[in-house]
Each structure stands twice: as structure tokens, then as C-alpha cells.
């Protein structure tokens, strides 16, 4: 894991907040996750990534924030997390994923489609063994969500 | 109605013969029934004729003639036996025709008949038997003519029959000539139609098996023309294997736009250029192809690994590539499978070889410290989100640096290095608040260590059996004493300083397992400085009249409520004159002004050391800040007292509950 | 005409190892000579016959792809043999190179076999 392949997911997502939603998420103090950890989160959507180093990014959020997003995207207000709120947190995880893909290039990793996961204490398919995850915090007006990266690097130095 | 017609006259033409015959045997089938047709209408009538003539006798021979031929008619059709009337008929004919002649007929015109018979008998039997008959007949009418008084016939003048033979030889000569020519000329079409026959069946064949290898060949095949284009056929694969819809004619080029960065897309297009327009050697166009194995993302979304070949080839003078693509995501994933596999057990080798040294119980109470002060640093992360602590820092590098002295300790060398170089990017942000991007690289490194430590605690998981066995055979021991000791083993060796250890009066059975870890550490950390700062060489020992050997003491004893621990060396002890010129130079305020029995309290300020040397074991000055540090959390207090030359003691005092 | 082999790198080092590498095939020592930079190679092409170019791509004063490029415009070299010895090791890099026009391609650390092979099949099109 190095923070070059990290860096282009943070400021795709940085960059489609402030595009989507006006204002540009503010990111706290990165911390550590423990694989077996049971997140709280309500939606997540899971990035592969392959290559040079392999793992997945995770992009997760409370439902009131996926609530609320999709409630400024489209106009209709939820109150629940339907089928429009998967479809726009997935829509957002793409458009992510998408301008991230750019950034790494350079290192040869292939990001793949996007997954949704969702539903209380859901669990993310982290690679096997024990690979280092990282959580970067991140802070809205609308509310928080979470970025967690989960790689290890298959070229050993 | 016309062709009801036609049915019906074909199949009288055919005596009723369904199959299709060889054409020679067609034509003379089609040529004996119409004979025997015509043959049949023409006796008829001339019977008549001769009849209402009066001429009884012809009438008779006429109409009987009529009947046979009718009869050979129905017996073809019948028996389908048509060489039967191929060879009936002409001696048939040679019989009539010659009667015909011999008896003159009408004005000798009877002889004229006879000009048909080599039509006949060549047509019907070909112009060699047909020949024979021909000559045979000749014979038979010149005997007619010529012989003496044999046949009315002979009665003709002479200029008639002269003439009479001559045309027949002529006619003759001509319809042998005509026969010849028509049957090579037959030869030659069936000969051609054959060879055709055998083309277009070799075509088909060839068709057939390029369609067989088109149809199941795994690999994609096509060609490519100078456009660029995929022209003509390709193999059915090609589609699935690229995901496309079946587009008959696309551009190639086009296909990896926005899969494959810019520059590498018009790199292809000038390398598949080069197979058109350039002298470029075929073998360096092998080496230099930009697709031999790529991965990227198809249209319908998936990932693979595809292997490109390229060939020139000409084709109707033409220039094309002959392309072919290969699927190979499967070897890829198995091959990168492996490669993980092989790299973790490497890893795992590298730990194994760590480890395998390292007491059992060392290395589980290691484990377990070590995720602890992992998961203390982890908290304060997280609560840095809610509400930004100053001293964050400091708390991520107290934690790292423990943990790193313990896996020194117990001889997790090159853990202990990683570790350090963790340390160092830390130190530089002790004091200070740095922001999140610089926090997510520490973040980083601690998640790399936190990963590492669980693999060894995986690894150590498989050998517990194996090493249960073996920790079955010795006593149980107390894991502070060995600590202790083997704190004290190791700084010799590394040192060279030469101590004895009295545990004489260190009782532990009363220690809660809460606090073993941070009596643990403190001893050591009390050790470390003993052998790095405070026990002399040798030869300063013997200056001072000390025994050679330093000594070090610890005690520990139960007084109700509190545990007592006192730790002492019988070192160089603490000069309050050179820790006031420390406080001086490093600007320590408040410091420089206490008497000297406060001043030794120094010693558990954070950052303070005298010793020149980074190490590590000691002298980042932040050991006894620590233990001061983690003495108070846990709610006890401690001191030292320190006679300058003579020794230096630590007196700890720990609530048990 | 006796053989003439004209190596071309700014780093002496790397023509020395070029050098070397070609003596020990058992090139006599009297057929090379050397530039460091493409201008200076340019003008040794001019006024000298030339049997072979090996040459660099990263130099000063016109580096080895803008010479291959213009030595290829000019009539009088459209022959010549040219093997671009270089580190520049990217499939694209090499194409580039290759529409140039470069005879063939070596990517640093110089294979001895591999030159030798290449030298003599850039060699056997001009019939030295």
C-alpha cells in the first residue's frame, strides 16, 4: 500500500462532491481497521482493484447521508434507503472509481466496476491474509462517510 | 397444360426411365424411342397407303413391320432393356431397308430408304459397331444391285446404282465423321463437367473445414487491411472474446481507444502501419508489438488479459494482417495467484525464521502488547476526528516506540527496524500538529506493521502445537523474571558490560496480571539505561574501586494496598551539576534553578537526554518520560534517588487493584 | 570499402562498454569511431563513408531520433544501417523509433549476443 495509489481516490472524491453537491468533503484523521471489523456503516460501495498491488477501495456512508444526497440529486425526498439511493450512491461510487482510474495508470492498476453492499453491520470483501486497511474520515454539510482502502502490494520490493 | 404435355412426351421419350442416365445413353435413348416413334407414324401411313393402293403385299409386310417396331416399343418400356432395341433396330431396318431396295419399290425408289441406315445404325450403336453395320449393309445392297438376276432391283441402270452406292458411301463417311467428332466432343464436356464436379467438391470440402476451424477455434482470428478495418471472415470467437456486437466491419484502432492511454493508441496504430507501408524486418516487428499481452477493461465491463499476434500476409496482391487475439485472463489470474502465493510464503518464511528463536510465551505477551498499544494509538486516531488532541503525536510515538523496544527485546530484529523507521516519521511530528494527509502516511506505515504482526500471530496459531509440546517440558516460569533477565543477557552481549542481576527479593506472586506488562517494560527500560549510561567499563570501575561486575538489585514487595518496586545499579548514578548544564543548554526553564535533590527529577521530562547517540536501545530521552508517563495512568508514583559516582535508584509505587 | 562503425553517446562511459562489447566479438580495433552528440555524428556521416550507426537517444544537440530522422529524409542514407542502442525500454518508445526508421532496436544493458545478431543482420541488407 502506498499513499500514491491512494491519493487519486481521495481527490476523485473530493472532486465529485464539490461537482455534485456543492462543497468539498473535508477529511479528518485517517485511522486503522481491523479486517474482521464490523462496520457501521448502512451503504458501502466496493471498488477492486488489481495489479501492481491488489485490494479494494470502499466508499461508505450512513443511510442519512445516502438519503440525503440522493434527495439533493433528484429532488424527491427519502426518508428510506430505496432503490433511487442504492442507484445514486452507486451512480457516485462510478463517477469516482472513473476519474480515479486516470490517476493510476501510471502504476499499472486496473480498478474494476463498482459493487453496492448495504444493509446494518455488512461486511466488506477485504483480500485474504492480513493486509493493511486504512479509514479516512470524511466530513459534509450533509453528514459523514468514510473512505477505507484495503491494498497490499504483490510486487515485494 | 404445355408442360402437363411436356411430362407426358418425356416420359414416352424416356421408355418411363426415372434415373438419370450417363449422356451418351441419354441421347440414345431419347433417339431409339423417337425413331421407333417416327419409324411407327411412317409404316403406318404407308401401309395404309399401299392398302387403299391395292397393294396387299407391301400393305401386309408394312403394317407387320409397324407391329414390331410398336412391340419393341413396349418391350423397352417395359423391361427398360433399351440395348435390346439398340441393336434390333438397325438389323430390323437393314432387313426392311433391304427388302425395300430388292424390290425396287415405287419407281426403284426404294432404295433411297437405304440412305437413312447409317443415320440409324451409327447414331443408334456409335460409329464403330455402327460402322460395321454400315459396311455390312453397303455389302448387302451392292449384292442387291449387282449380282445378276438375284432382285427385281438389279433390273435399275447401271448410272442409278452407281449412284445409289455412292451417296450411301458418302453419307456413310460423313455420319461416321459427324459421330466421331460429336462423341469427343461429348468426351470432352463430360470430362470438364467431371472436373468441375471434383472442384467444387474439393471447394466445398475446404469450405467446410474452414468453417469447422472458424467456428470452433478458441482464439480470435481476422484480418485487418490498411484502413485499419476488420475485413472478411473471422473466427466466431473473436466476438466473445473482445465482447463486441457482431459488427462486421469496424475499425481495430478505435477499439482500444480510452482503454489504452492516448499515446499507446497511436503507438499501435503506427506499429500496425509499419506491417503496410515499411522495410521494417519482420522479426523486429515480433519484438516490438505493443500487444503481445495487455490487460483492459471490454465493453461489456470486464477485465482481461488479452495476447495479441500480428503477420503480414498477401492475399490477391493485397496486403493485409493476419491477426490473432487470446484470451489468456485465466493463465493471467492463476499465474498472478501463484505469485501471491509464492510471495506470502516468503513472507512467512521471513517471519518464521524471526520468530523460530523466540520463546513461545515472549512472543504471545509480545503480540498482545504490541496490538494493544497499536489499537491505544488507533483510538486516539479516532477521537482526533471529534476533537483535535495536542498531544496525539507524542501519544503515537510513546506507543510505536514501545513497541519497538519490546520486539528488540525479545529478538525480533528486523520487525524492530521497521518499526524504528516508523519511529522516525513520527518523531519529526512530535510536538507539532500536522494535518490529515500527513497523518494518513504514518496511518499507513502503522497499518503495514499492525498487517505484519498479524501474519506472524497466524504463523505463530500453525505452530502453537507444535511448540505446546515443547513448552510442556520445561517449568513455568515467570514471564517478568525472564523478561528481566533476558534484558539483562542481551545488553551484555551487545555492551560489553558485565552485570549481575539480584532478584533475590523480587517477589511477584502478588503482581495483577493488569500491571505485568508495565513492570515489564519499566524494568527494562531501567536495565537499558543502566547498561548504556550507568554502569562504567571496566577499567572506570576499578579507577573508582568498584567490583568489576556492576550490580543491579530489584525488589518487589506487597504492602497491602500498594506493590512496592525499587530497581538500583551500582553505577555512575545522576550529577545534578551536569543535568543543571543540560536544563541550560536545552532552555529548560524552571529547571536550571532547583536544588539538586529535585533537580535529579529531571530525568522524566520528555525529550531530555545527555547521551550523544541515537540508538536503538536508549538515548532518545523519551524511556524514563515513559514510565513516569504510564506509572501515573495506572495510578501509581515514582522517584529516583542517585549519589553521583555511587549508583542510582528507582522506587515505584503501583496500587494493586 | 573497409567497415566503419560510428558509436554515438553523450556518456563516454556507454560508448566505452559498446566498444569493448564489439572488440570482444573480435571487431578490429581500427573500425570505430566516435561522437557525443548528434550534431557531431552528423557531420562525421557526411564527410566520412559509414558502414554502421549505433547510437543513443537521449543526447544534446539533436538527439538520436531526431537524427535518425533527418539522416532518413536524406537520400544518400536511406540505407544506412542504423541500431539505436538506448534505456528507453516503452513498447511506444521503440515504435517511434521504428517509423524513424531505425534498422533495429537494443535496450541497454547491452546483450553481446543480441548486438552481434543485430549488427549482422543490419550489415547482410547492405551487402558490406
Known sequence: MNIRYITPFIEATQNAFLELLGSKPEALTPFLVRREEVLDWDISGVIGIAGEARGVVVLSFPRGLAQEITTILTGQMKTSVDDDVIDTVGELVNIIAGNAKRGLEEFKLMISLPSIVQGDSHQIGWPSGSVPIVGIPFTTPQGHFNLSVGLENIITV | MASRFQKVLTNILRSGIQTTLEAEDEIRLLFINSIILVGFLALMVFALRDFFAGDHVYSLVTASLAFIVACLFFFIRWTKLVQVGLWFLPFLMAAFYGYLAASGGAGT??????????????????????????????????????????????????????????????????????????????????????????????????????????????????????????????????????????????????????????????????????????QVRPELLQTINPLETIKITTPRGRLKTLAFTFAAIKLEGRRFILASVRDDTLTAELNQKLKEEEDKAARQMRHLFQIIHVRPELLVQFLEDATDEIADINRRLKANSLQAQDDLMEAFYQGVHAVKGNAALIGLTSFSERVHDLENLVKDWRGKSPDWREILTLTIELSKIQAELEEIQALIQRMSTFQKEMANNTEPQDLVVMTVERAVQRLTAETGVQATLDLKDFVTDNLPSGHRKLVKDILVQFIRNSFVHGLEPAEERQARQKPLTGKIKIICQDRGPFLSISYQDDGRGLDPGRLRQTAIKKSLKNWDTRPDHEILALIFENGFSTAAEVSVHAGRGVGLGLVKTRVEASGGKVSVRSASGQGIAFDIELPKG | MPMRILIVDDSRIMRNIVKNTLLSLKYPADVFTEAADGEEAFSILEKSEISLLLLDWNMPNLNGLELVKRLRSLEKFQNLPIIMVTSEAAKYNIIEAVKAGVTDYLVKPVNEKSLQEKIRNALEGTNV
Do not use: C
Open chain 2, 109 to 278: 425408289s426404294g432404295a433411297l430408304w437405304s440412305f437413312s441406315y447409317p443415320l440409324v445404325a451409327i447414331f443408334l450403336l456409335g460409329y464403330r459397331r455402327g460402322g460395321l453395320f454400315t459396311i455390312g449393309y453397303v455389302v448387302f445392297l451392292g449384292i442387291v444391285l449387282f449380282v445378276p438376276q438375284l432382285t427385281p432391283a438389279w433390273n435399275m441402270e447401271l448410272d442409278f446404282k452407281i449412284r445409289t452406292i455412292g451417296t450411301y458411301v458418302v453419307i456413310s463417311i460423313f455420319v461416321v465423321e459427324f459421330e466421331y467428332i460429336r462423341l469427343q466432343a461429348q468426351r470432352e464436356i463430360e470430362r470438364g463437367r467431371k472436373e468441375l464436379a471434383k472442384t467444387t467438391d474439393a471447394l466445398l470440402a475446404e469450405k467446410s473445414q474452414t468453417d469447422g476451424i472458424l467456428h470452433n477455434i478458441r482464439e480470435g482470428i481476422f484480418l485487418v487491411d490498411e484502413h485499419l478495418r476488420i475485413v472478411g471472415r473471422h473466427s466466431d470467437s473473436l466476438t466473445q472474446i473482445l465482447d463486441l456486437d457482431d459488427e462486421t466491419s469496424w475499425d481495430f484502432s478505435t477499439y482500444f481507444d480510452g482503454k489504452l492511454p492516448e499515446k499507446e493508441v497511436q503507438s499501435l496504430r503506427d506499429y500496425l502501419m509499419m506491417f503496410f507501408q515499411s
